[in-house]
């Protein structure tokens, strides 16, 4: 059934309008019967994959490409958190995060040895591989509920920040696992170690005192399109170095961001990758959607949806039980354990080392591979089974505004768009009032006057859109 376009003069186009044609169609229509857009990139990639339609037979270059599109993700929520705020989120993530890996890791790591018949090592392999959940999906499923800047949701971003630094020491243990080569394996893993603690301490330094004078800069020259090449380098340039250091490019976005979330050109950052995350986000589910080998599913189906089903179960008990016993709400209990049931992007990576380590053979590096895609693909409809089983009546939770300065009160708040005579004047009786003011300008030595009174100031443009909704201007009374 697969389609033959490499006759055509430009395959390339081809393959880019068959993406955006594909999407255009199926997401909305998963969206509108409720189902969701993330199952609709999956199965709007699995259509033009290699296994359907084979309009594209290398989905793998696809996803390493689209990659950056979480990695833009992480940015942005990051940008939304203040150290202070992450500071006070410690015991979520390296308390609850830690728990919750180890948890899930052991009860899989034993399904796998006592229901599944694994060896030791493979079950070992497999279940560190279902442990760490998809950051693209949650933080997807997240935006889509409205719930990122709630409690819920930051307890939940807590959680996946620990796996993603989680992924350093469970590639460390894979190469302690490697029959051969342990001892070198070990002096590397400790070096690398150390690599990424320097990586880490180089990006905040670079991060705080090197890229707002450069923004500055940018910004006098009034050249729009420096600025989003500016926004774009940081993060691509966070990315890797942090990559270079042996950690996720997820996690050295997200690093800057969080420094950066103090800078006054936060919201000017925000609205310059949002057009470029909300693509390659949904590029990289569809290259997951084009992964899945279907002949190979088909082929060994019942084997396979065996190993789906006791990971999806035991990783949704093992946060279920770490919920509760973290004194979350049953709700809230439940919702985690819909959202994160399934498998992730890192466990690519994961399978990837350990075949490399003679660990796994190539037959099981494809089982595991696939079954992990299928639990992202049926992630959705779990997700849609929980909230139907769940009460339909649930309170709402008020967003947790600590550390986002726009709108700390938000019945008592203005934005005021430029700083000039008049705006001063607005100004002065707003605050008489106790009315919390924020100022929006694209002077930057507007900007360092209006900081001088006390002020909070942040670089933009306000005529644009896409910068009053980074402001989050919504959210104080504007729709």
């Known amino acids: 059934m697969a389609i033959d376009i490499s006759h055509l003069d430009n395959p390339e186009l081809a393959k880019?309008?068959?993406?955006?044609a594909t999407s255009i169609t199926i997401v909305p229509l998963f969206k509108r019967i409720g189902l969701g857009s993330v199952l609709g990139y999956l199965v709007a990639g699995c259509l033009i994959g290699p296994s359907v339609l084979g309009l594209i037979q290398d989905p793998q270059a696809v996803v390493h490409l689209a990659e950056l599109g979480v990695v833009m993700f992480l940015f942005i929520i990051g940008l939304e958190m203040h150290p202070e705020l992450l500071w006070s989120m410690r015991k979520a993530i390296f308390g609850r995060g830690f728990l919750q890996v180890a948890t899930c890791g052991v009860l899989l790591t034993l399904a796998g040895i006592y229901i599944?018949?694994?060896?030791?090592?493979?079950?070992?392999i497999a279940g560190a591989g279902f442990t760490l959940s998809s950051t693209a999906i949650v933080m997807q499923v997240l935006e889509d509920k409205g719930i990122a800047s709630t409690q819920k949701g930051q307890r939940i971003v807590s959680t996946l920040l620990f796996e993603d630094l989680a992924i350093v020491p469970l590639l460390a243990t894979i190469a302690f696992l490697a029959p051969e080569q342990a001892n070198e394996e070990k002096t590397f893993s400790l070096t690398s170690i150390g690599i990424a603690i320097v990586g880490i301490i180089i990006l905040v330094v670079g991060s705080k005192w090197v890229m707002n004078p450069l923004f500055r800069m940018i910004s006098k020259a009034k050249v729009r399109e420096m600025m989003t090449a500016a926004a774009l380098l940081v993060v691509l340039g966070a990315a890797l170095l942090m990559e270079m250091s042996g950690l996720s490019m997820a996690m050295g976005?997200?690093?800057a961001g969080v420094v950066l979330s103090e800078s006054s050109f936060r919201h000017q950052l925000e609205a310059d990758i949002e057009p470029f995350r909300g693509l390659l986000l949904g590029l990289f589910f569809m290259g997951v959607g084009m992964s899945l080998d279907l002949n190979f599913v088909f082929n060994d189906l019942i084997w396979l949806l065996s190993i789906v089903a006791v990971c999806v179960l035991g990783k949704a008990f093992g946060v279920y039980i770490i919920?509760?016993?973290t004194r979350l709400p049953h709700r809230e209990a439940l919702m985690r354990t819909s959202i994160m049931s399934h498998g992730g992007e890192f466990a690519?990576?994961?399978?990837?080392?350990a075949a490399a380590?003679?660990?796994l053979d190539q037959d099981q590096q494809a089982t595991f591979t696939a079954a992990v895609i299928v639990s992202m693909l049926i992630s959705p409809l779990v997700m849609l089974l929980m909230q139907r089983m769940v009460a339909r009546k649930a309170s709402v939770e008020a967003p947790n505004m600590m550390g986002i300065e726009v709108a700390?009160?938000?019945?008592n708040s203005v934005i005021v768009i430029g700083f000039g005579r008049f705006s001063q004047i607005v100004c002065q009786a707003l605050l008489a009032r106790g009315i919390t003011v924020t100022v929006i300008d694209s002077s930057t030595d507007r900007i360092r006057a209006a900081a001088t009174f006390g002020f909070k100031v942040y670089y933009g443009d306000g005529t644009r859109l896409d910068v009053l909704r980074a402001s989050r201007l919504c959210r104080i009374g504007y729709q």
Request: hydrophobic residues 75%; glycine residues 6%; without cysteine.
């Open 16 to 20: 880019i309008v068959a993406l955006l």
């Open 323 to 325: 919920a509760l016993i």
């Open 253 to 255: 976005a997200f690093v």
């Open 357 to 359: 380590a003679g660990l």
């Open 348 to 353: 690519f990576v994961l399978f990837s080392a």
């Open 116 to 124: 599944l018949g694994l060896t030791k090592e493979v079950a070992f």
């Open 408 to 411: 700390e009160d938000l019945e």
